[in-house]
């Protein structure tokens, strides 16, 4: 993408031709346009409906002019993967990184862990964690269950109340594993349709040019962040293309051949998707843990009280 032009103060010089831009044929009045990589025309983000805040995150901007023309798509640089930034991922970086910076790294991570109260080093061994899974805590010894039926029934009522206060973790766990499996299941069918398109690019040029066919195939619902991708998913056209267990066509798909900007992209789904098993492993302990731990106290809050009546 193109950056803007300075914007001159106070706007057209003396005596010459107001210069007319974008759509809707209007002046250059100041605000944000954003330049088309096909025409070479500038466009007020407010017509086009580019916001300047995502600036930094686009690709490559066609008009729709040019896209009408068919001279290319407006492509997506993938968004930082913390929901509150609006930066790009450093995906050139060496390994590339599906965030900004490793602060936000760490950010994300954190915004992720929301089980109950971590001290800041537990944090950091979590954050740790991400890529040393073994280095996560044991759980402690388990204290004996009290003999007598009775007081072992009264435990277990008193731990569906525990219990219960763990729901709300189970519930984000059980939604991050269904979205993951989403993921996959469409990183699957990207990973076809490439494929598939590179075939029939093949068969359009009928076999007579010699060279790879090879394409990107980097579909641009792949930079969504997860918010915006499960939203996606939702949508009659997600719906469809699910149902269908494939993606049909050619839109939002990158054909370029050798293509810079999404060069890693197949390796950086892949660490996404192994990053959020990793979470989703750990947070499950988490959760066991901490019923171990809630099952502890209920025995030794029990085991004293048994000593005490023994007494
Ligand atoms: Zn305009
Ligand atoms: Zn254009
Ligand atoms: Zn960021
Ligand atoms: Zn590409």
């Known amino acids: ?66 896209q009408e023309k068919n001279l290319g798509i407006t492509t997506w640089k993938r968004r930082c993967r913390l929901p509150s930034c609006q930066r790009p991922a450093a995906t050139n ?32 061994s979590l954050a740790n964690a991400v890529n040393d899974a073994a280095g996560f805590q044991k759980l402690g010894d388990n204290v004996p269950a009290p003999s007598s039926p009775s007081d072992r029934a009264k435990i277990e009522n008193l731990l569906v109340v525990d219990f219960q206060k763990l729901e709300p973790q189970k519930e984000a766990i059980s939604l991050q594993q269904s979205r993951l499996a989403t993921r996959s299941k469409f990183i699957t069918m990207t990973k076809d349709r490439q494929k598939r398109v590179a075939d029939e690019l093949r068969a359009e040029e009928n076999q007579s040019s010699k060279g790879s066919k090879e394409i990107c195939g980097f579909d641009m619902r792949l930079a969504l ?21 494939t993606i049909s066509g050619r839109e939002d798909l990158c054909v370029k051949k050798k293509c810079e ?35 502890k106290r209920q025995n030794i809050k029990s085991l004293m009280e048994e000593n005490q009546r023994l007494r």
């Open 1 to 66: 993408m193109k950056s803007r032009p300075v914007h001159a103060g106070n706007g057209v010089p003396k005596g010459s031709e107001e210069t007319l831009y974008c759509i809707c044929k209007k002046p250059d009045t100041g605000k944000w346009m954003i330049g088309c990589d096909g025409c070479d025309d500038w466009f007020h983000g407010e017509c086009v409906n580019v916001r300047p805040v995502e600036e930094e995150l686009v690709d490559q901007y066609f008009c729709p002019g040019c």
């Open 93 to 124: 970086a060496q390994p590339p990184s599906k965030y900004c910076t490793p602060e936000h790294g760490v950010e994300f991570f954190k915004s992720k862990i929301t089980l109950a109260d971590y001290t800041p080093g537990e944090v950091a």
């Open 225 to 245: 962040d997860d918010e915006d991708f499960a939203e996606w998913c939702e949508s009659e056209e997600g719906k469809l293309i699910f149902e269908n267990g």
């Open 261 to 295: 900007k999404h060069k890693y992209w197949l390796r950086i789904a892949i660490e996404d998707m192994e990053l959020e098993e990793r979470l989703i492993t750990e947070g499950s302990t988490l959760i066991t843990n901490e019923e171990n731990e809630l099952r």
